[in-house]
Each structure stands twice: as structure tokens, then as C-alpha cells.
């Protein structure tokens, strides 16, 4: 079993900053990209931004200059660092990775999600 935990959403003014973060843990050999999905009400998922176990990145436009992503292969955590808070970043957090397990599954992990609240 794997399984992705994920912390540090709540509410924010507008101009706020917030620091998810995400851990993997259980019968894990390998993960590949790790990232952020996010989902607001009556709005699709979308991809915020991964990483790659070499340290690529990729940034949805919308979050590009505000939103950090980094990871600790060491640790299996991947964390967001969101400044310059909009209202239009309220939204369900997804952590999501492709992670291969040690009895050799390919396996793509969801954490349950956490709420973001950019209110004035």
C-alpha cells in the first residue's frame, strides 16, 4: 500500500502566502514526478505544477511567479510554497505521484485533498 498525506491548507487573505505540503509513504522503491492538482467548485482538476526526480519543473500559467514547487526524494515529500494569494487560487489541493512500489507496480497515488480559502 501507498498512500500520500497531504497538510497546510486553511484560509488566507488576498496578498497571503501558504506552504502545503505532501508525504508518500509505504512499500515505495522509486517515485518519479510528484505534483499539485487543484480543483475549484464546478471547475475541472488542473495541474498546478510537478516535479521530477531530477528537479524539472513545470508550472501552470496561472501560478507562474507566485507558486513554488520543490521536493526531498530523501524524505518522499513534495511541498508548494503559494504567494501572491488571488481569490481565484481557492481550491481543493490535490498531491499526486507516479510511484513505483517494490513488488515492481506502476501506480499513480492521490492524497485526499486539501482546502484552500482565499477570502478577503
Known amino acids: 500500500q501507498v498512500q500520500l498525506v497531504e497538510s497546510g491548507g486553511g484560509l488566507v487573505q488576498p496578498g497571503g502566502s501558504l506552504r502545503l505540503s505532501c508525504a508518500a509513504s509505504?512499500?515505495?522503491?522509486?517515485?518519479?514526478?510528484m505534483g499539485w492538482y487543484r480543483q475549484a467548485p464546478g471547475q475541472q482538476r488542473e495541474l498546478v505544477a510537478n516535479?521530477?526526480?531530477?528537479?524539472?519543473?513545470y508550472y501552470g500559467d496561472s501560478v507562474k511567479g507566485r507558486f513554488t514547487i520543490s521536493r526531498d526524494n530523501a524524505k518522499n515529500t513534495v511541498c508548494l510554497q503559494m504567494n501572491s494569494l488571488e481569490l481565484e487560487d481557492t481550491a481543493v489541493y490535490y498531491c499526486?505521484?507516479?510511484?513505483?512500489?517494490?513488488?515492481?507496480?506502476?501506480?499513480?497515488?492521490w492524497g485526499q485533498g486539501t482546502l484552500v480559502t482565499v477570502s478577503s
Open positions: 499526486n505521484a507516479a510511484i513505483a512500489t517494490m513488488n515492481f507496480q506502476s501506480l499513480e497515488v
Open positions: 516535479i521530477t526526480s531530477g528537479g524539472s519543473t
Open positions: 509505504g512499500s515505495i522503491f522509486s517515485i518519479k514526478a
